[in-house]
């Protein structure tokens, strides 16, 4: 289960941990020595998600610590007690308490200490586009104080799989594979940022139902390049909307921002349209 693969990446990243970050040595000279060294970020902001959320947090939580950088942890509403009890375990073997923390902060907490650049590293897993839509407007905000930032980002979620945007034809073909003939969901977080700094997020979601797609259907449509940069490899508004039997909600959603809640989250916030 979830604790074998905790267990065993855990162990793993312990045991390269050595090796992976020694100095290198480039090479000397009768003048120079040059080497590349490993040095910590510091303090080291994780935010972690719902699911699968002991493997997900631990990916950035024990090479953060292996590596000198003290950590804190943001744990997702759903799972809050997983923070706590990490962080028990961490201590009760040894790690001091001022270095690994868990911490409990709402987004608009957490888009202020990454504006306010006060972590020498932010690691976001995210499951629901809520966490990713702040982070991204949080970074904005940094550069663009007086003014109002929207972000947004979607993801595809088949049950507790999750489907980002895939990376390769190969990785496209088999998330389209995953959705042919089945019922997922779409979820786009969006978040806003006013120029008093005030944060509003909010997180929509959209029920899509595929045909079953034969391989002439996947044939065709990866020899586009419509799959790439689109969560779940799809893009409804484009030649993937032969696939679609139904939708349940925003169709706008499933786009990539919707609009309705978008206008409706703007004017709320005295943004005129």
């Known amino acids: 289960g979830e604790f074998g693969g905790f267990e065993e990446r855990a162990s793993y990243m312990a045991k390269i941990a050595h090796e992976g970050l020694a100095t290198i040595e ?21 935010i972690a998600p719902w699911n699968y959320p002991y493997m997900t947090a631990i990916n950035t ?11 804190v942890l943001k744990h997702a509403t759903q799972t809050l007690l997983v923070g706590e009890r990490m962080v028990a375990a961490f201590h009760s073997a040894g790690i001091p308490k001022d270095v690994f923390q868990n911490v409990f902060l709402d987004h608009q907490t957490t888009s202020d200490l990454i504006a306010a650049k006060s972590f020498g590293f932010v690691n976001f897993t995210g499951s629901v586009g809520g966490g990713v839509a702040m982070e991204k407007a949080a970074a904005i905000r940094a550069s663009h104080g007086q003014s109002y930032i929207l972000a947004s980002d979607t993801i595809v979620a088949l049950g507790k799989r999750i489907l980002g945007k895939a990376a390769t034809p190969a990785e496209a073909h088999k998330y389209l594979s995953l959705l042919s003939g089945r019922r997922h969901r779409v979820y786009t977080g969006i978040a806003l940022i006013t120029p008093e700094g ?13 045909k079953r797609l034969s391989a002439t259907d996947l044939e065709s449509y990866l020899s586009h390049d419509e799959w790439q940069g689109k ?14 039997k139904g939708i349940n909600g925003s169709y706008s959603n499933v786009v990539g921002l919707p609009l309705f809640e978008t206008t409706n989250m703007l004017q709320g916030n005295g943004y005129v349209i």
Do not use: E, M, W
Not at 27 to 43: S, T
Not at 231 to 244: E, K, L, P, S
């Open 26 to 46: 480039v090479g000397d000279d009768d003048q120079f020595r040059r080497l590349i060294k490993r040095v910590p970020h510091g303090v080291v902001l994780v």
């Open 61 to 71: 939580v024990a090479p953060a610590l292996i590596a000198g950088n003290a950590v």
């Open 198 to 210: 005030k944060c509003t997020s909010r997180v929509v979601v959209t029920t899509v139902i595929f």
């Open 231 to 244: 969560a779940g490899a799809y893009a409804i508004q484009g030649f993937a909307a032969r696939f679609i």
